[in-house]
T-cell receptor, first 116, second 113 residues
Framework: DQQVKQNSPSLSVQEGRISILNCDYT??????FLWYKKYPAEGPTFLIS?????DKNEDGRFTVFLNKSAKHLSLHIVPSQPGDSAVYFC???????????????FGQGTILTVHP | EAQVTQNPRYLITVTGKKLTVTCSQN?????MSWYRQDPGLGLRQIYY???????DKGDVPEGYKVSRKEKRNFPLILESPSPNQTSLYFC????????????FGPGTRLTVT
């Protein structure tokens, strides 16, 4: 049961254009969402997060949008740069306590390639 | 430098031969976790530890053991590895259970033949 889904295995964009990575979730208890970036031969690194009390969070070129009614979040990268080429994972968590508290559930990942 | 280290980075072994993958963090983090990454499945949690001597199962614990005798170390033990445990493994840590930003190690590529 994949509670967090990234339905696009890969995305290719031109340098300078916008990259939009999408993520859907099914568990309505999720209330905190994160994006991680992973380069080959390295571990994932935290990129940006958003709480369910917000619908947008921005950090430089990266913006995450959350649509709670649709159970959908997206990561926008503007402008895209070749160094952004990596695998991007979205992750979700429930802060409501119990055994799920603090646990991150990850999506399958999307490979982003930014062409010069 | 704040980091999570894992050893070995690459390992090829045979079915049934016990192995241990070490994980160490230097950030005094309470929460540590092991994940495996498989194509099309993303990262799945194997085990986690909220503090010394406190461990619990994640989503895919079968065939794995862990221990947390010291705060900085969280080894992953495969008592009798099987080919379906061929995967990329990541150790991660965070300040505490409520800190969602986890710091990941560089990964261990395990192949079981």
């Amino acid at each position: 049961d994949q509670q967090v889904k990234q339905n696009s295995p890969s995305l290719s964009v031109q340098e300078g254009r916008i990259s939009i990575l999408n993520c859907d979730y099914t568990n309505s208890m999720f209330d905190y969402f994160l994006w991680y970036k992973k380069y080959p031969a390295e571990g994932p690194t935290f990129l940006i997060s958003i709480s369910s009390i917000k619908d947008k969070n921005e950090d430089g070129r990266f913006t995450v949008f959350l649509n709670k009614s649709a159970k959908h979040l997206s990561l926008h990268i503007v402008p895209s740069q070749p160094g952004d080429s990596a695998v991007y994972f979205c992750a979700a968590s429930a802060r409501t306590g119990g055994t799920s508290y603090g646990k991150l559930t990850f999506g399958q990942g999307t490979i982003l390639t930014v062409h010069p | 430098e704040a980091q999570v280290t894992q050893n070995p980075r690459y390992l090829i072994t045979v079915t049934g031969k016990k192995l241990t993958v070490t994980c160490s963090q230097n950030m005094n983090h309470e929460y540590m976790s092991w994940y495996r990454q498989d194509p099309g499945l993303g990262l799945r949690q194997i085990y986690y530890s909220m503090n010394v001597e406190v461990t619990d199962k994640g989503d895919v614990p079968e065939g794995y053991k862990v221990s947390r005798k010291e705060k900085r170390n969280f080894p992953l033990i495969l008592e009798s590895p099987s080919p379906n445990q061929t995967s990329l493994y990541f150790c991660a840590s965070s300040r505490d259970r409520g800190s969602y930003e986890q710091y990941f190690g560089p990964g261990t590529r395990l192949t079981v033949t």
